[in-house]
């Protein structure tokens, strides 16, 4: 039997890789796990651990951290097809001369919160921000995850927040005059 080329078989890893898009909002009411200090957190967001994406350091929230962030993630197919498929978020509070110390962690199933359909279409990527218990690493609760992860893996628009304003629809309208040569005012 021939031996695939290596291109191809790269080709087939990514044909077999789905991307899912992610939007970490905030954090409230986490774990003070500084002795001194502010809290500066991070999140680390995955699917399969081989994939993981960071959020930047809140600076300023300490046990309310915001970030309002998207963020893609990766993972196989087949992964995602198994019904205790989900994102997982570990919040983590940066140390200054230690190591970052794990704040909680939080873990939403994909399969109650994907249900496919067309990503451009509005009726089937509704803005649903998902309120999320954070667990200590004792497994005790402490704290609110807000995340919006789409029905359909992907956001149907850009926009930095989930309210939609006269500023969003100007932004809209700029970006599909951008594509075809024109701006909103020679419209």
Same mark, same amino acid.
């Given at each position: 039997?021939?031996?695939?080329?290596?291109?191809?078989?790269?080709?087939?890893?990514?044909?077999?890789?789905?991307?899912?898009? =992610?939007?970490?909002?905030?954090?409230?009411?986490?774990?003070?796990?500084?002795?001194?200090?502010?809290?500066?957190?991070?999140?680390?967001?995955?699917?399969?651990?081989?994939?993981?994406?960071?959020?930047?350091?809140?600076?300023?929230?300490?046990?309310? &951290?915001?970030? $309002?962030?998207?963020? =893609?993630?990766?993972?196989?197919?087949?992964?995602?097809?198994?019904?205790?498929?989900?994102? $997982?978020?570990?919040?983590?509070?940066?140390?200054?001369?230690?190591?970052?110390?794990?704040?909680?962690?939080?873990?939403?199933?994909?399969?109650?919160?994907?249900?496919?359909?067309?990503?451009?279409?509005?009726?089937?990527?509704?803005?649903?921000?998902?309120?999320?218990?954070?667990?200590?690493?004792?497994?005790?609760?402490?704290?609110?995850?807000?995340?919006?992860? &789409?029905?359909?893996?992907?956001?149907?628009?850009?926009?930095?927040?989930?309210?939609?304003?006269?500023?969003?629809?100007?932004?809209?309208?700029?970006?599909?005059?951008?594509? $075809?040569?024109?701006?909103?005012?020679?419209?």
């Amino acid at each position: 039997m021939k031996e695939p080329r290596k291109g191809e078989k790269q080709q087939r890893q990514a044909a077999k890789q789905r991307t899912i898009e =992610v939007r970490i909002i905030s954090a409230q009411d986490v774990e003070d796990v500084r002795l001194v200090g502010k809290m500066r957190c991070y999140a680390v967001v995955y699917i399969d651990p081989e994939h993981k994406a960071y959020t930047r350091i809140d600076e300023q929230g300490g046990v309310n &951290p915001f970030w $309002n962030q998207l963020l =893609v993630l990766q993972a196989d197919e087949e992964l995602l097809s198994q019904n205790l498929a989900a994102v $997982n978020v570990d919040i983590y509070a940066r140390g200054h001369i230690r190591s970052d110390k794990l704040v909680g962690t939080s873990r939403i199933l994909l399969s109650q919160v994907l249900k496919g359909g067309d990503a451009n279409n509005i009726y089937d990527n509704p803005i649903d921000c998902l309120p999320v218990l954070v667990r200590r690493p004792s497994s005790r609760p402490q704290g609110i995850l807000n995340i919006w992860i &789409p029905p359909t893996g992907k956001f149907l628009l850009r926009r930095s927040s989930l309210s939609y304003s006269k500023v969003d629809a100007d932004e809209q309208d700029n970006v599909k005059g951008g594509e $075809n040569g024109l701006t909103s005012e020679a419209m």
